[in-house]
């Protein structure tokens, strides 16, 4: 069984009629590798797992588990699933924040890109890009 349920009160209605699912404090089914949970043969991801709450990130982890239990080697890079936003403008980030770099004592630098021409002229596209080559 592959489980995506809803949101953290879904969850904790579900999992308390599943003998072994466990919780974290949060109420998130806590999964081990490759998305199992402690049940055998129950797999969790997406919103009710730990983990950006993000269309994305569900994404990922539904074709992973998809993958490996049709018997290959799947792999996942969070650091390479976007975020987005679907607002007016749409807001998307992707890999690391700066903050998360600090903890991990890795440097970094920030620099700001104006995209040219109509783009810019819209008013409603500004990259912003911490790269040591900006
Ligand atoms: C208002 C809103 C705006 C959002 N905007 C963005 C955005 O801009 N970008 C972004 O990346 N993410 C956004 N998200 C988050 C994104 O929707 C979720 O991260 C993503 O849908 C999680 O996928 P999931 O498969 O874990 O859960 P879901 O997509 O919620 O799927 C869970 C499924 O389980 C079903 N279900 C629930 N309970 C049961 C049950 N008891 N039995 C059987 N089925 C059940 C539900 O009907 C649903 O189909 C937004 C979320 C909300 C609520």
């Known amino acids: 069984m592959l489980l995506h349920l809803l949101s953290p009160v879904v969850t904790r209605t579900w999992a308390s009629d ?6 974290d404090k949060a109420k ?7 998305f199992k949970t402690k049940v055998p ?7 009710c797992v730990a983990g950006p709450m993000l269309a994305h990130k569900a994404e990922e982890e539904g074709v992973y588990v998809a993958e490996f239990l049709a018997g290959e ?3 996942i890079n ?3 699933i976007p975020g987005v936003i679907y607002t007016h403008p749409e807001v998307a980030s992707v890999s690391k924040t ?7 004592d890795v440097g970094s ?3 700001h890109v104006l995209l040219p021409g109509q783009l ?6 500004q990259g912003a890009g911490k790269d040591a080559s900006l």
């Open 18 to 23: 599943k003998e072994g699912v466990e919780l």
């Open 28 to 34: 998130r089914i806590v999964i081990g590798e490759n």
């Open 41 to 47: 043969n129950i797999y969790a991801i997406g919103d």
């Open 73 to 75: 080697h799947p792999h």
């Open 78 to 80: 969070y650091d390479c």
């Open 98 to 104: 700066e903050e998360e770099l600090k903890t991990a």
């Open 109 to 111: 630098q920030e620099g």
């Open 120 to 125: 810019a002229c819209s008013g409603l596209i």
